[in-house]
């Protein structure tokens, strides 16, 4: 089946089929034409890997960010970052990176980072004299923490798929690489802005202006407080937290800032809807290409021929990035998750790689992938938010290249980064 499934799914790709119809065309097609399995195995396995009580923080969690990341929220997140470094040599783009940062605690999603406070940055350094190339690739490379700064979707699928860690250890290994990322992506920004002349041109703030911003923004971003702590003392699960996000969400919209009405809950339960069908559905098709290849053997042929090699730590560390980013190339997160991490992670952890340094890694170098060509899906979001072609935004992109592969490196070499604060807090 695994010479129809292959050659089927990266066509399909290649044509620019969805990647979940993708998936599960390619599999229909390995069975009719590979298989005596009849083709409703399909349903089967797609239905059984939805069917998964851990999976309800899916929705949830997007629904929390679909309230959060509206209004006076997004503002005050936006006026925080912007009072902390917007008087800095390249402020704006710095204010760029520090916003998303922040988002990241909020909505755990890369895409929803740059189509939601991105797209508010990228108008506002456009009016401060940026090119609007820049700005956008700049927006791409920022929202990369989106899923690596707690809570993030992305690290809930993987601690499905690998018993070695939990949501909640995932979640605080992944504070610390985030914070690496956002700095790699802050540096490159000031090289370019120094390069260019994009100056400041505001005054930095009072110390009490700022006390003021920061207190106002607090509420909104209390949610990573409440969800990690939540988890870590044991109050409540993951997937309770990830209702407890959406409460939390509606008082503070309501009666903190006061920027959502009745009137909007029924668009915004509807966007959060699309959103989660389409994830879920990512993952429901990617269950069934997975077992597809468990069925031919694949990921216990790759396991063995990898140990194998009798390879160090460091060079599979270094093997695991290139093959990740490659696969990054055409493939989105969700899936790569679930197609991988089983066959890998054993590997991992008879190298002795501390399994949630391993997890990040794996959801960083994945994460990568949505800002490089042909897939990259934070491309094309940010290409129809400011109206530019995906190729005027990838000529801007090669210093943000460089700066998060170093640190890509940096987090693949230095374990401790991921594996600090989960053995501190008691993970």
Same mark, same amino acid.
């Given at each position: 089946?695994? %010479?129809?499934?292959?050659? &089927?799914?990266?066509?399909?790709?290649?044509?620019?089929?969805?990647?979940?119809?993708?998936?599960?065309?390619?599999? *229909?097609?390995?069975?009719?034409?590979?298989? #005596?399995? =009849?083709?409703?195995? @399909?349903?089967? %396995?797609?239905?059984?890997?939805?069917?998964?009580?851990?999976?309800?923080?899916? =929705?949830?969690?997007?629904?929390?960010?679909?309230?959060?990341?509206? $209004?006076?929220? #997004?503002?005050?997140?936006?006026?925080?970052?912007?009072?902390?470094?917007?008087?800095?040599?390249?402020?704006?783009?710095?204010?760029?990176?520090?916003?998303?940062?922040?988002?990241?605690?909020?909505?755990?999603?890369?895409?929803?980072?740059?189509?939601?406070? +991105?797209?508010?940055?990228?108008?506002?350094? %456009?009016? +401060?004299?940026?090119?609007?190339?820049?700005?956008?690739?700049?927006?791409?490379?920022?929202?990369?923490?989106?899923?690596?700064?707690?809570?993030?979707?992305?690290?809930?699928?993987?601690?499905?798929?690998?018993?070695?860690?939990?949501?909640?250890?995932?979640?605080?290994? $992944?504070?610390? =690489?985030?914070?690496?990322? #956002?700095?790699?992506?802050?540096?490159?920004?000031?090289?370019?802005?120094?390069?260019?002349?994009?100056?400041?041109?505001?005054?930095?703030?009072?110390?009490? %202006?700022? !006390?003021?911003?920061?207190?106002?923004?607090?509420?909104? /971003?209390?949610?990573?407080?409440?969800?990690?702590? $939540?988890?870590?003392?044991?109050?409540?699960?993951?997937?309770?937290?990830?209702?407890?996000?959406?409460?939390?969400?509606?008082? @503070?919209?309501?009666?903190?800032?006061?920027?959502?009405?009745?009137?909007?809950?029924?668009?915004?339960?509807?966007?959060?809807?699309?959103?989660?069908?389409?994830?879920?559905?990512?993952?429901?098709?990617?269950?069934?290409?997975?077992?597809?290849?468990?069925?031919?053997?694949?990921?216990?042929?790759? &396991?063995?021929?990898?140990?194998?090699?009798?390879?160090?730590?460091?060079? *599979?560390?270094?093997?695991?990035?290139?093959?990740?980013?490659?696969?990054?190339?055409?493939?989105?997160?969700?899936?790569?998750?679930?197609?991988?991490?089983?066959?890998?992670?054993?590997?991992?952890?008879?190298?002795?790689?501390?399994?949630?340094?391993? !997890?990040?890694?794996?959801?960083?170098?994945?994460?990568?992938?949505?800002?490089?060509?042909?897939?990259?899906?934070?491309?094309?979001?940010?290409?129809?938010?400011?109206?530019?072609?995906?190729?005027?935004?990838?000529?801007?992109?090669?210093?943000?290249?460089?700066?998060?592969?170093?640190?890509? /490196?940096?987090?693949? *070499? @230095?374990?401790?980064?991921?594996?600090?604060? =989960?053995?501190?807090?008691?993970?």
């Amino acid at each position: 089946m695994a %010479e129809i499934l292959f050659p &089927a799914l990266f066509v399909l790709l290649a044509l620019g089929v969805p990647v979940a119809f993708a998936m599960a065309i390619s599999v *229909f097609a390995a069975l009719s034409f590979g298989s #005596t399995y =009849p083709n409703l195995v @399909v349903v089967k %396995e797609m239905f059984s890997g939805l069917d998964s009580f851990p999976l309800l923080a899916v =929705p949830f969690f997007v629904l929390a960010a679909e309230i959060m990341t509206g $209004g006076a929220i #997004t503002l005050a997140v936006l006026r925080l970052a912007q009072s902390l470094v917007g008087h800095l040599r390249g402020g704006l783009g710095h204010a760029n990176v520090v916003s998303s940062a922040m988002f990241a605690g909020i909505s755990g999603s890369a895409l929803a980072d740059a189509a939601g406070p +991105g797209t508010m940055m990228i108008r506002m350094m %456009e009016k +401060g004299g940026y090119d609007r190339p820049y700005a956008g690739a700049l927006t791409i490379a920022s929202s990369v923490v989106g899923p690596i700064i707690p809570p993030s979707i992305t690290m809930i699928i993987y601690a499905m798929q690998d018993q070695e860690v939990s949501v909640g250890s995932l979640f605080m290994a $992944g504070v610390l =690489p985030g914070v690496v990322i #956002t700095l790699a992506v802050l540096f490159a920004n000031a090289r370019v802005s120094h390069l260019r002349g994009y100056t400041s041109g505001a005054p930095r703030p009072p110390v009490a %202006e700022i !006390a003021r911003i920061a207190f106002y923004a607090v509420p909104a /971003l209390l949610l990573i407080v409440l969800i990690v702590g $939540g988890i870590r003392f044991g109050i409540f699960t993951p997937t309770e937290a990830s209702v407890i996000a959406v409460f939390y969400a509606l008082v @503070v919209g309501m009666f903190v800032y006061r920027s959502l009405r009745l009137r909007d809950l029924p668009d915004i339960i509807l966007r959060a809807a699309l959103t989660s069908a389409a994830v879920l559905l990512i993952l429901g098709a990617a269950r069934a290409f997975a077992w597809v290849l468990i069925i031919e053997g694949i990921p216990q042929l790759l &396991a063995d021929t990898i140990i194998g090699w009798e390879l160090s730590p460091i060079v *599979f560390l270094l093997a695991v990035n290139l093959l990740l980013l490659v696969f990054g190339l055409f493939m989105d997160p969700l899936p790569g998750v679930m197609i991988l991490v089983p066959i890998l992670a054993p590997i991992s952890l008879a190298m002795g790689i501390d399994p949630n340094h391993f !997890a990040i890694v794996v959801i960083v170098n994945l994460t990568l992938g949505l800002t490089t060509p042909p897939v990259g899906s934070l491309i094309f979001v940010v290409s129809s938010t400011v109206n530019l072609k995906p190729s005027t935004l990838i000529r801007e992109m090669p210093p943000f290249f460089i700066a998060l592969a170093a640190a890509l /490196l940096l987090i693949t *070499f @230095v374990p401790s980064l991921s594996t600090w604060l =989960p053995r501190v807090s008691g993970f």
